[in-house]
């Protein structure tokens, strides 16, 4: 079992930056890919980017790479979405969620996920 907490959204101007951060509770934190996604309103759900458990591979939707970056601390059970030069588009909110799979960038792989954090960027 995996609990995730999100923290770290709020309201930027675009051009800035924002680091989010998902606090993951149990043992086999490290076992599992770890994913963000993130819903705007009257959209599905999107895959934003995903770390393998060894962190040493990194998943990205095409309309971020280059500007998020993914990484995670197995040892604080904590993975990070850094996300930089936002734009009014990357307005949504941001969930967390683990895997068992290899890899995904499908929500239906994901079993645990976070309650979001909202970010907002403003034009």
């Known amino acids: 079992q995996v609990q995730l907490v999100e923290s770290g959204g709020g309201l930027v101007q675009a051009g800035g930056s924002l680091r989010l951060s998902c606090a993951a509770s149990?043992?086999?934190?490290?076992?599992?890919?770890m994913g963000w996604f993130r819903q705007a309103p009257g959209k599905e759900r999107e895959f934003v980017a995903a770390?393998?458990?060894?962190?040493?591979?990194?998943y990205y939707q095409d309309s971020v790479k280059g500007r998020f970056t993914i990484s995670r601390d197995n040892a604080k059970n904590t993975v990070y979405l850094q996300m930089d030069s936002l734009k009014p588009e990357d307005t949504a909110v941001y969930y967390c969620?683990?895997?068992?799979?290899?890899?995904?960038?499908?929500?239906?792989?994901?079993?645990?996920w976070g309650q979001g954090t909202q970010v907002t960027v403003s034009s």
């Open positions: 149990g043992r086999t934190f490290s076992r599992y890919l």
């Open positions: 770390i393998r458990w060894s962190g040493g591979s990194k």
């Open positions: 969620a683990a895997s068992s799979d290899y890899y995904c960038s499908d929500y239906g792989c994901y079993e645990y």
